[in-house]
């Protein structure tokens, strides 16, 4: 499985970006897909997962009510809209499919490469 993300940039405080994370590759029912981020000098950490149909997601607690993830298996696309975002949401953000609804690294068996989200105060 392959993971390509895009939509990262740069945006100020309250404003709004929506990533995408196109996979290519076997991905079945057992399998979901997560946003996790990193921001320098922390540690890796879980954003928001889905499952495979999409109806069951996790949400870390900091982006509940702000971030809605959701997914278009057609496509084998998953998005990230991230409204209200905060100069703390500023890091890479990594798409990752793995088992279930993917919220621990140990869960993720792929992980796309890392795109920029900057939020300026």
């Known amino acids: 499985v392959q993971l390509q993300a895009s939509g990262g940039g740069l945006v100020q405080t309250g404003g709004s970006l929506r990533l995408s994370c196109a996979a290519s590759?076997?991905?079945?029912?057992?399998?979901?897909m997560s946003w996790f981020r990193q921001a320098p000098g922390k540690e890796r950490e879980f954003v928001v997962g889905?499952?495979?149909?999409?109806?069951?997601?996790s949400y870390a607690d900091s982006v509940k009510g702000r971030f809605t993830i959701s997914r278009d298996n057609a496509k084998n696309t998953v998005y990230l809209q991230m409204n209200s975002l905060k100069p703390e949401d500023t890091a890479v953000y990594y798409c990752?499919?793995?088992?279930?609804?993917?919220?621990?690294?140990?869960?993720?068996?792929?992980w796309g490469r890392g795109t920029q989200v900057t939020v300026s105060s």
């Open positions: 990752a499919a793995g088992y279930l609804v993917p919220t621990i690294t140990s869960r993720v068996f792929a």
């Open positions: 889905i499952n495979w149909s999409g109806g069951t997601t």
């Open positions: 590759g076997r991905l079945d029912s057992a399998h979901g």
